[in-house]
């Protein structure tokens, strides 16, 4: 396999803008704007030049790349911690229930609270694959790899990491949810509010909408029935995410009720899994396991998958993983089971 994730480059503008107009909207961290984009590139750049061993408001931008070809077919993020330059926003679903003793009747209802409770957390996004791609297996290299980032600079990430999840889309690009609840309240359709959104930041919908909970019940069936609900696409995202610890906790995003997943960070499936090792031996051709590996700090982080096998003092990995990580022997990698 040919396939690898590395640090994306100023120079990837291009290949990043033509994956955000292919992701059909609702990409918060992804959107079709180059001077966003441009902007994005120049913060990675700032955050992988920084060697610093305290968590700060970084984003980090990678880049799967086919080797073979040179092409780029996909790209996803990190941001070591949200809501720092200003408030992280999500509807918490909730419940109350109240009690009536002339009618001898208890009555539950459910409620959307705006919230900043995730503010403060890592969060992984931004994850964009290449449609021909997505049979291939490499969506997870992509998505895992992340995490063998944050294991490696453990001190800049914080203790919880979220993912947000696109929500319901339908194919002319509207939101039933914001159609039921945010767009009431604004002379906006969905995609100009996720533009500006992705642009500007949602301290708007702060400014504007209600700051009492709203009960769904006054909300319309077609908004009710997305909330926390992925995109039709997203599902095998969301897989990923809850085989790696991940769980809905009733935050969803307020534009689209996408569900957001959480977990804690030193939890997170490929993190508990992984162990460094030295390289012994590059091996010809298959040499055991497959494996997701990944080397380098910072800017010169590489991740692709490899087969791996015990070797004495290290281990053995196959050669052509080798040239894609750029290691030789006596060098040390982390890996996890792919």
């Not at 984009?37 to 980090?60: C, I, M, V």
């Not at 095998?236 to 969803?252: D, H, V």
């Amino acid at each position: 396999m040919t396939f690898l994730v590395r640090t994306a480059r100023e120079d990837d503008l291009a290949a990043l803008y033509r994956m955000a107009k292919g992701t059909g909207g609702g990409f918060t961290n992804l959107p079709p704007d180059k001077p966003t984009l441009e902007a994005k590139l120049h913060r990675a750049a700032a955050s992988f030049g920084h060697d610093r061993q305290t968590l700060g408001d970084d984003l980090f931008v990678f880049i799967l790349e086919d080797t073979a070809s040179q092409r780029t077919r996909g790209t996803c993020q990190i941001m070591s911690q949200v809501g720092t330059q200003l408030p992280f926003y999500s509807y918490r679903i909730g419940r109350i229930t109240q009690h009536s003793k002339e009618l001898d009747r208890t009555f539950r209802a459910e409620m959307l609270t705006l919230s900043t409770d995730l503010d403060g957390s890592s969060e992984v996004g931004g994850l964009y694959l290449d449609p021909t791609e997505r049979s291939s297996g490499v969506g997870k290299l992509l998505a895992r790899s992340r995490y063998l980032f944050i294991r490696s600079h453990r001190a800049r990430f914080a203790d919880r990491t979220l993912a947000e999840l696109r929500g319901a889309i339908d194919d002319a690009g509207n939101s039933p949810f914001w159609d039921g609840l945010a767009g009431r309240f604004f002379d906006m359709t969905f995609r100009d509010a996720d533009e500006f959104n992705a642009r500007m930041g949602n301290q708007f919908i702060a400014d504007l909408m209600p700051k009492h909970p709203i009960y769904t019940a006054l909300l319309p069936e077609s908004a009710r029935h997305v909330m926390g609900q992925p995109h039709y696409s997203g599902r095998p995202a969301m897989r990923m995410l809850e085989n790696e610890g991940f769980a809905f906790q009733n935050y969803i995003d307020i534009f689209d009720g996408g569900p957001s997943m959480i977990a804690q960070t030193d939890r997170i499936r490929t993190i508990v899994d992984a162990r460094d090792a030295a390289i012994v031996e590059i091996g010809e051709g298959a040499a055991g396991a497959e494996h997701l590996v990944a080397c380098g700090r910072l800017g010169r982080f590489r991740a692709c998958l490899a087969h791996i096998s015990p070797a004495d003092g290290g281990v053995m990995i196959d050669g052509e993983a080798a040239d894609l990580l750029e290691v030789s022997v006596g060098d040390t990698i982390s890996y996890a089971p792919a």
